[in-house]
């Protein structure tokens, strides 16, 4: 037992100990990072297989979990000897793009994924905002930097299967100049950024499409990204459901998903934490899809609607012998998708979120007693965007006739209509170097969407419309959602999309943009046939039906409704 002098002389060390004096690590916390969950992953099964890729010289590249980690690894080692801090990547859905994921948050540094389908000056435009030094870019989009700031070095992936000689390149040059670096002066991952010394701080931005604005960078988090990852392998069923382990019961996940679009909605992330397996998909390519879902047997893959609706139209269509989950998000689906998903055995689990959330943040949950309930209601059910996602709080509906900052929640009736708010663990952090907008996001301290939604009485949402997607004709309120579910059960449409014109007499108009299987079809029999659906009031009649070849989407899949609008006033040219 010390003397009253010794404890004497601890107690004043504690009490004028500097206040910056570092805090010993609790024993029971550590700070959350995914980046962890790759060396943990190589670890546990080395040679299980990660990543599966049909490369630019045609040849199919299968890489194991210790392969994976090992390039990734190196390309931390680069970054870290040579100080890059914010690294950006133009890259579509290839292995360069998942080794970047953990890489360069292993380096310590912040990625930057850009949408490679932007105008240039938009991607000269993000490269600049985020500040990056060090952009890596795969060979189709260079063309894209030219004329960018040439004192921010790049580094191009060639999309191969070699490593090393005449068909590698810079990319697979760094990574092998890391990996030297570690085994000079390195001590393995443990040298890494392998739990961040803060899990709230910044390791990825993530812009926004920029289609009627600027993109803007939504700042993700260690914390967030890690619960986000966490909530989909539990949503979407990621995680291996046989008791003893086999190949069979792997998670075979095929990226159709860009990776840039809100990092891939942190699957990439999920798959790792459960060993599973990444297919890379260059681009959406139906014939390859199909190719993969029966021969490659693909577990999961995520899309939106529109990609859903053209997968099952395609002529590779076919029932598949295992059940695969489909994660569909972007636009509200229709009934119908779901039906002719279920019919093909392409389960949806349909899930709801934006940019600012990580990517999902809702999800439809299937109820034992729907299975009791006729077809139509069954699927109009399954269409809800549903209830918040496990490591989220409670999703609400707010009313939007009061004054700022007030949050007031809606009736859970099914009828009012209010916009959709968040909060919570996987909520954004806010927008980089734009404190305006991101006080605008969080009035009232609630994530806003800007998406308009009833609140039914078993707590899930359902989406009517963006606030200016909303069709006011006569007084009368039209979601454009709504209508295009409706217009969408004509046997022999294909997609819809219903923007709002101008009328002189009841203010606005719905106006219908469609693509056809039947190529009979005329716009006239469209109306005619709406006229005397039961399930379409008179005012929601479109006046106008107009056949196109193909409706205008994103990156993800996502109609853009704002180049519908210029087609509607004779643009069009506008994308």
């Not at 390309?75 to 100080?83: D, E, F, Q, S, V």
């Not at 992936?157 to 100049?177: C, K, P, V, Y």
């Not at 609630?446 to 939604?453: C, F, I, N």
Request: charged share 20%; with cysteine.
């Amino acid at each position: 037992m010390s003397g009253p002098q010794s404890r004497l002389s601890k107690i004043a060390s504690h009490l004028w100990a500097p206040h910056d004096a570092p805090k010993p690590k609790p024993h029971n916390r550590a700070e959350m990072t995914p980046t962890y969950f790759l060396p943990r992953a190589a670890a546990i099964e080395p040679h299980a297989e990660a990543i599966v890729h049909t490369t630019v010289n045609g040849k199919i590249l299968r890489r194991s979990y210790i392969e994976y980690a090992d390039r990734a690894r190196g390309l931390a080692y680069y970054l870290k000897a040579h100080g890059y801090k914010r690294v950006g990547i133009l890259c579509p859905n290839t292995p360069a793009f998942l080794e970047c994921l953990f890489g360069i948050p292993a380096a310590g540094a912040v990625h930057v994924g850009v949408n490679y389908r932007l105008k240039p000056e938009d991607v000269h435009y993000v490269f600049t905002h985020s500040e990056v030094d060090l952009i890596i870019v795969d060979r189709e989009y260079l063309h894209l930097l030219d004329g960018f700031n040439p004192a921010i070095r790049r580094v191009v992936d060639e999309d191969t299967d070699a490593t090393e000689g005449e068909l590698s390149g810079e990319f697979d040059d760094i990574i092998r100049q890391g990996l030297d670096w570690d085994r000079a002066y390195g001590s393995g991952w443990d040298g890494l950024v392998t739990q961040a010394p803060d899990e709230d701080e910044t390791t990825a931005l993530a812009y926004t499409s920029g289609t009627t604005s600027r993109p803007k960078g939504v700042e993700y988090t260690h914390r967030g990204i890690y619960l986000a990852s966490i909530a989909n392998v539990i949503e979407s069923g990621l995680n291996a459901s046989k008791v003893m382990m086999d190949e069979e019961a792997r998670c075979r996940y095929l990226t159709t998903l860009p990776l840039f679009h809100a990092t891939g909605w942190t699957f990439p992330w999920s798959v790792v934490s459960v060993r599973g397996t990444h297919y890379c998909l260059r681009k959406i390519d139906y014939d390859e899809i199909w190719r993969l879902l029966t021969i490659e047997r693909i577990s999961h893959f995520n899309a939106a609607p529109t990609v859903c609706t053209l997968l099952c139209a395609s002529q590779n269509a076919v029932e598949l012998p295992q059940p695969v989950r489909v994660t569909v998000a972007a636009s509200p689906p229709t009934p119908m998708l779901f039906q002719k998903m279920i019919s093909l055995n392409l389960m949806p689990v349909h899930v709801y979120g934006m940019t600012e959330t990580y990517g999902p943040l809702t999800k439809s949950y299937f109820l034992p007693e729907w299975h009791n309930l006729p077809p139509d209601e069954l699927y109009r059910k399954m269409a809800r965007q549903g209830q918040g996602y496990h490591t989220s709080d409670l999703v609400r509906v707010i009313k939007t006739n009061v004054e700022d900052g007030q949050i007031i929640d809606v009736k859970r009736d099914g009828t009012e209509i209010g916009e959709i708010v968040f909060t919570g663990n996987i909520c954004c952090k806010g927008y980089y170097k734009d404190a305006d907008a991101t006080a605008a996001l969080f009035e009232g301290g609630v994530l806003h969407s800007g998406d308009l939604a009833v609140w039914h009485p078993d707590n899930s949402i359902q989406i009517l419309d963006r606030a200016k997607d909303i069709i006011i004709s006569g007084g009368e309120n039209i979601s454009s959602v709504s209508l295009e579910s409706m217009l969408a059960q004509h046997p022999g449409i294909l997609e819809v999309g219903v923007v709002a014109v101008p009328d002189s007499h009841y203010g606005e108009r719905p106006k219908a943009y469609i693509t056809v299987t039947d190529k009979a079809l005329t716009g006239a029999d469209v109306i005619k046939w709406a006229k005397s659906s039961p399930h379409i009031s008179g005012f929601m009649v479109p006046r106008e039906v107009e056949i196109v070849d193909a409706l205008p989407k994103n990156a993800t899949g996502k109609m853009q409704k704002n180049v519908l609008r210029e087609w509607a006033k004779g643009n069009r040219n506008a994308n």
